[in-house]
């Protein structure tokens, strides 16, 4: 059920709800994103539709009227699939699709769909597919709609229903068995995390398509596959990027942020967000040349507070300011958002600066100790070199000394520990 190998680009119409939350030009860049994200799963937009209405129509979402116009429009352009901007409930899809005759997704379905056929790893998978069931649990009603058809009206609901229910069941076991495997992973990764703690560590995140893995690229020469398209980037990588000789940070690229990001999906990528949660600096990427990027910027600061990160050291870096055309903006946005930085991680712009403002928190935080041990005391050398970053050890006749770099709080922790064995 993760990925379905598609043959040929299905024909789609989009459709957004105004309901006055937005303006008329917000909504349109929704529906352009929406765009966007159909392309990356494989569909060619046909026509954008905008229905202006107070509040969704509990049936049809939409109405039931500009429903049936949206029928004739599909019979006569050979549209294969209808996609909505809003997440509709079981009863609004049963009905939707019974009216079209044609698939309907919503944009949690629509980004699930992206990120199944865009995970490669067996974690990904696993956190694709529980978020897939725990979607689909509540949907199920609609799978069954083909025995009716096969027996007939009275007398078919007892074996329907009971079939839901041992599908749902099924379901069930499967979600526990994939948060179980999904638990071990996250246990392992805090054993990895300790470990990170022997250096500062700063995860970039940012809305899709700002120029993350390009900037990782940039910065460690980690060759991380980067993109021109939405959740190019799943599973988190994680690479040292020197800053000097011999001071060195761990840096963390993660998945893109995306507004109206399914609840299930942050839930289920819970282990792969952990990088963040446990970095001592965020990376804030923003692509300066998306018009809507200030709403943006709300999007992942709604997402790190989910995630419980919002009171993390944050730098926002400004990407992509080589294809400004405005340039006279910059002073605009430092204004606006003090202490941020402009790049262009695709050319190397500012790049110089950022690793200055990174060995800047590295040199506050990290310091250079050494400590004098006896021979016999393997014990606290191998405590050392598990807790800090040791760059060389001199061995003399009746001691060794140990030189390593480490934060206060580690320092402090190893002199508690050498002092009490």
């Known amino acids: 059920m993760i990925e379905v190998k598609r043959e040929e680009r299905e024909r789609a119409i989009l459709i957004a709800l105004s309901t006055g939350a937005y303006t008329e030009e917000q909504v349109e860049e929704h529906l352009d994103e929406l765009e966007l994200l159909a392309d990356t799963a ?40 209808i996609i909505f901007d809003d997440d509709l409930n079981p009863t ?27 995970a490669k790893t067996k974690e990904a998978k696993t956190q694709v597919e529980l978020a ?29 229903e009971k079939q839901i229910e041992t ?13 179980e495997y999904l638990k071990k992973i996250e246990s392992q990764q805090e054993t990895k995390s300790s470990s ?25 020469n980690a060759n991380v596959l980067a993109e021109n398209k939405l959740f190019a980037t799943l599973d988190s990588t994680t690479r040292a990027c020197e ?3 011999n001071k060195k940070i761990l840096l963390s690229d993660t998945v893109g942020f995306i507004r109206k990001l399914p609840h299930h999906l942050i839930a289920s990528f819970k282990s792969t967000l952990n990088v963040v949660r446990d970095a001592d600096i965020i990376l804030h990427v923003i692509d300066i040349t998306n018009p809507y990027f200030e709403e943006h910027i709300k999007v992942v600061e709604n997402t790190l507070e989910q995630l419980g990160c919002e009171k993390k050291i944050q730098i926002k870096i400004f990407n992509k300011i080589d294809l400004l055309k405005e340039k006279s903006i910059l002073n605009t946005i430092n204004q606006r958002f003090p ?37 016999n005391q393997s014990k606290n050398i191998s405590i050392i070199y598990e807790l800090a970053e040791v760059y060389d050890t001199i061995y003399k006749d009746d001691y060794i000394l140990l030189k390593y770099r480490a934060s206060k709080p580690i320092q402090n922790k190893i002199i508690k520990l050498v002092n009490h064995n």
């Not at 509990?58 to 006569?76: N, S």
């Not at 990170?196 to 993350?212: D, E, P, R, S």
């Not at 941020?340 to 600066?353: D, P, Q, V, W």
């Open 42 to 81: 494989g569909a060619d937009t046909i026509f954008k539709i905008t229905q202006e209405k107070s509040k969704p129509d509990p049936a049809y979402f939409i109405g039931r009227g500009k429903a049936e116009e949206i029928a004739q429009l599909i019979q006569v352009n050979d549209i294969q699939l």
């Open 92 to 118: 609004q899809v049963r009905n939707l699709e019974k009216l079209f005759g044609r698939k309907v997704l919503d944009r949690s379905g629509l980004i699930l769909d992206i990120f199944a056929s865009h």
């Open 132 to 160: 897939q069931l725990q979607y689909m649990l509540p949907r199920l009603t609609r799978a069954w709609t083909h025995l009716s058809k096969q027996y007939g009206g009275i007398g078919t609901k007892g074996p329907g």
């Open 167 to 179: 599908d749902r069941r099924i379901i069930r076991t499967r979600i526990s068995k994939l948060k």
């Open 196 to 220: 990170h703690k022997k250096f500062v560590t700063a995860a970039l995140v940012g809305y899709t398509n700002a120029g993350k893995s390009t900037l990782l690229n940039r910065l460690t």
């Open 243 to 245: 800053l000097e000789k």
């Open 339 to 375: 202490n941020s930085l402009f790049i262009s991680a695709e050319r190397g712009i500012g790049i110089t600066n950022l690793k200055d403002l990174l060995l800047d928190y590295y040199e506050a935080n990290f310091n250079e100790y050494q400590l004098k041990l006896k021979h």
